[in-house]
């Protein structure tokens, strides 16, 4: 094991060995071959855990686990409350409750890096500093201050040294994930490796103040059309990787519901306007803020809402939230087989069986099917979804992942403000412009264009080498779909021939009546008008029986 080439590492390695033997995972050593390694380290096996922890369930124990561990599993721990795809809710729920009880540090130990990160005494460029924090993480803590020209702004300040532990921590991490997705079949179902990949990811992203800083400029220029929406402004002149600074904004809590009251501001209306925000960022944006609870936001006069901390954000792909609307409309339109191709899609190449899926999907959606979207539950469909899901071993993308988690959070935010709050409902108005725009004429001819360009160079490609596969390519025809493929086309072509007799109904009533075929009181041919009313009827007919699909949202 590389991790134990450092007595550092060895230490720590046998710290957390520690905790896990304290709250009773004495099994997971041992499936994950850890046992030797730790004995090594000078740990016995032979703890069994304290028994006033093993009479709590396995969930819970992680959750204390990880958290004496410290920030850096923590924070792991809070990465797995997004992942509604491979944990259950009640397991979920424990992650929630991760906490960082990190302790405040001595305005001391912080100056000196503050300086050298600003390049000047802190009397030269701030008028006052308040050495209390307001806010403390593990990551960094937040001081209020004020500008020589008077402005009020807050300093976040990475902690020194915390960057080298966390690289630390995150080594012994890559080294846990490899052993466990190598000795234990259960744990490889989790996809440690890759979750830990993207756990480095974010984390090595929040230790970079200028990652945030960057993501509340984008958020507040993409949502700068809301009068009612204020987002922090970056100083740029001052901030860097190690030190946030941005203007200070007062407001009143959005969990603190009697102040809210006390002010005489609409809770109702706040609630409506946090969602419109999130389902622009999510939809129409494809960036978005990821941890939306009522921590995150303050509420101001008028019913104004701040919105702070960006360090958590996700990014959807126009793919992506091609693939959402479609979820979406499959739901809403009942098509068990579009739900079940887009989730497919998700599973990254894992073996699916895809006529199980569509029967599993058929079940969700006849639990929702002509539900009024005010006794739809989010919270409870998206249960049911990342249920399947794990159902099938299937692994959703982490965008994904964050989104759902991202959506529940916020209802759970709305529902505190407003009990009747209706998340669906909100979302109404911008998949109405989304699906419109999907099914519009001058995109369907745009794309009929590209896929005729598609065609025109394959034509014009020359012929592969024999055994060779192109990258990417691909018959177009999967057999899964192939026999509804086949029924699909013979509806079309049903319904194109009953187009066809429809304008003639009309072109022989339209003649009939020019000619004044009779019987014709008052010279109107009356065959011609029972042949147009039939006509008409039918069209009729033919134009619902297409727009269906579009019905909910026209």
């Given at each position: ?129 308040d050495e209390t924090p307001v806010g403390v993480a593990s990551i960094g803590q937040v001081h209020a201050a004020i500008t020589l020209t ?267 403000l407003n009990p009747g709050f209706d998340l669906i409902e909100e979302a109404r108005p911008l998949m109405q412009r989304l699906v419109r ?40 025809l999967d057999p899964r779909h192939l026999e509804r493929l086949v029924a699909r086309l013979e509806r079309g072509q049903y319904r194109q ?58």
């Open positions: 094991m590389s991790l134990l080439h450092t007595g550092k590492d060895l230490r720590r390695l046998n710290q957390v060995a520690g905790i896990l033997l304290k709250y009773g995972f004495t099994d997971v050593l041992r499936r994950v071959g850890l046992a030797t390694p730790v004995e090594q380290a000078g740990r016995l096996m032979r703890h069994g855990g304290e028994s006033r922890f093993l009479r709590m369930g396995t969930a819970e124990r992680l959750r204390h686990a990880l958290e004496e561990m410290g920030p850096t599993y923590v924070k792991l721990g809070q990465l797995l409350a997004t992942r509604v795809d491979l944990f259950p809710p009640d397991w979920i729920a424990e992650f929630e409750q991760l906490q960082d009880r990190a302790t405040a540090l001595p305005f001391a130990a912080l100056r000196p890096g503050l300086e050298a990160t600003l390049g000047e005494p802190l009397n030269r460029l701030f008028s006052y500093v008077g402005q009020r702004v807050v300093l976040k300040i990475r902690k020194p040294g915390i960057a080298a532990m966390i690289e630390s921590d995150l080594r012994l991490l890559d080294q846990l994930a490899k052993l466990a997705s190598d000795n234990s079949v259960e744990l490889r179902r989790y996809r440690p490796v890759e979750l830990v990949r993207e756990f480095r990811r974010s984390l090595m992203r929040e230790l970079d103040f200028t990652i945030e800083a960057r993501n509340a400029s984008r958020i507040r220029k993409n949502l700068r059309g809301f009068k009612w929406l204020i987002v922090p402004r970056v100083i740029w002149q001052y901030s860097s990787d190690s030190l946030q600074v941005q203007e200070r904004i007062e407001g009143i809590p959005a969990r603190a519901l009697g102040q809210l009251d006390a002010a005489g501001l609409d809770r109702a209306l706040i609630a409506r306007r946090g969602a419109t925000l999130a389902w622009k960022m999510a939809l129409e944006d494809g960036f978005f803020h990821a941890d939306p609870h009522p921590g995150n936001f303050l509420i101001l006069p008028g019913n104004r809402i701040a919105m702070l901390d960006f360090g958590m954000v996700g990014k959807l792909s126009d793919g992506r939230r091609e693939q959402i609307v479609r979820l979406v409309r499959a739901i809403i339109t009942r098509e068990p087989e579009q739900g079940a191709a887009v989730l497919s899609a998700w599973s990254d190449g894992q073996p699916v069986n895809f006529e199980q899926l569509v029967a599993d999907v058929e079940d969700v959606i006849s639990r929702y099917y002509g539900l009024p979207l005010a006794e739809l539950d989010i919270s409870a469909l998206i249960g049911d979804i990342t249920a399947l899901v794990r159902n099938h071993g299937l692994v959703l993308p982490s965008d994904i992942a964050l989104l759902l988690k991202t959506l529940i959070t916020l209802e759970g935010f709305g529902r505190l725009h999907r099914y519009s004429p001058r995109r369907l001819a745009r794309n009929l264009g590209l896929r005729a360009l598609d065609v025109v160079d394959r034509a014009y490609a020359p012929p592969d080498p024999p055994g060779a596969v192109r990258p990417g390519a691909d018959s177009g021939i009953q187009a066809l007799l429809v304008i003639s109904g009309i072109l022989s009533g339209t003649i009939l009546l020019a000619a004044r075929v009779p019987p014709a009181p008052w010279g109107i041919s009356a065959l011609g008008v029972l042949v147009l009313l039939g006509a008409g009827v039918w069209s009729t007919w033919l134009l619902w029986v297409s727009r269906r699909h579009l019905r909910e949202w026209e």
